[in-house]
């Protein structure tokens, strides 16, 4: 029914940038908020950042002042901007969607997740 597609993950060095994006599609009547998670191997999945339609965002204190979300509301796409990376930002990142479907039902949605490595 919903489709989140992620892209931008890779390999970068410690102080680099990456930006992720995340695409939704499907039978959506409305995203009521999009955000991103990271499992590293070994760990919980944990969350990054989260932006409302409201425009209200949470996030984690290890990545403040270093990452920022965004969204573009008409393309159902929410982005993050990672600056200053650090080999512990390593992890597989997640799209996650809080998302009204056609036939008014609310649900949460993930994506397949995109790759960050930060390393030397």
């Known amino acids: 029914q919903v489709q989140l597609v992620e892209s931008g993950g890779g390999l970068v060095q410690p102080g680099g940038s990456l930006r992720l994006s995340c695409a939704a599609s499907?039978?959506?009547?409305?995203?009521?908020?999009m955000g991103w998670y990271r499992q590293a191997p070994g760990k919980q999945r944990e969350l990054v950042a989260w932006?409302?339609?409201?425009?209200?965002?949470n996030s984690a204190d290890s990545v403040k002042g270093r990452f920022t979300i965004s969204r573009d509301n008409a393309k159902n796409t929410v982005y993050l901007q990672m600056n200053n990376l650090k080999p512990e930002d390593t992890a597989r990142y997640y799209c996650?969607?809080?998302?009204?479907?056609?036939?008014?039902?609310?649900?949460?949605?993930w994506g397949r997740g995109t790759q960050v490595t930060v390393s030397s």
């Open positions: 996650k969607a809080d998302v009204i479907i056609a036939t008014l039902r609310r649900g949460d949605y």
């Open positions: 499907g039978s959506i009547f409305s995203i009521n908020a």
């Open positions: 932006l409302t339609s409201g425009g209200v965002t």
